[in-house]
């Protein structure tokens, strides 16, 4: 999930619960996924998952980052959905995430799969960065 411009009472919230130092993790590596270099955005994607997965564990979410399994680039796997029981009414959730990681790794993402539709994960195809 990438994470919205936040208040300072979110910044409190977030610190509460020791997920201030995850967040910053996750912003830098969204700075690096934005990277022209191959090399420099395949690491922060990398980094990303990582911090992702440890940002939403720590609220009870899990998140991983794998090779896809045919062709090209790579998968983003949610295992659990804090919002899946809105997201399953109101999909425009799932799409605005899906929106929002398309951005910030400047490719387009498909989402192969969703919680909310009754998969067990939430999974997006991210493909390799064409190179100019």
Do not use: W
């Not at 022209?36 to 990303?48: E, F, I, L, S």
């Not at 790579?74 to 959905?81: D, K, P, T, V, Y």
Request: hydrophobic content about 40%; charged content about 25%; aromatic content about 4%.
């Amino acid at each position: 999930m990438l994470l919205p411009t936040h208040t300072a009472g979110v910044d409190r919230i977030l610190s509460a619960r020791g997920l201030d130092e995850s967040l910053k993790r996750l912003r830098q590596a969204e700075t690096d996924m934005a990277s022209t270099d191959d090399a420099v955005r395949d690491r922060g994607m990398r980094k990303y998952a990582a911090a992702d997965a440890a940002f939403q564990a720590a609220g009870g979410y899990a998140a991983e980052l794998r090779d896809a399994p045919v062709g090209q680039g790579q998968q983003l796997c949610q295992r659990n959905c804090p919002i899946s029981h809105v997201a399953a009414e109101f999909h425009e959730f799932c799409d605005a995430e899906t929106e929002a990681i398309s951005q910030a790794l400047g490719v387009h993402v498909t989402r192969l799969s969703t919680i909310s539709n009754g998969s067990e994960i939430c999974t997006l195809h991210v493909p390799p960065r064409r190179s100019a």
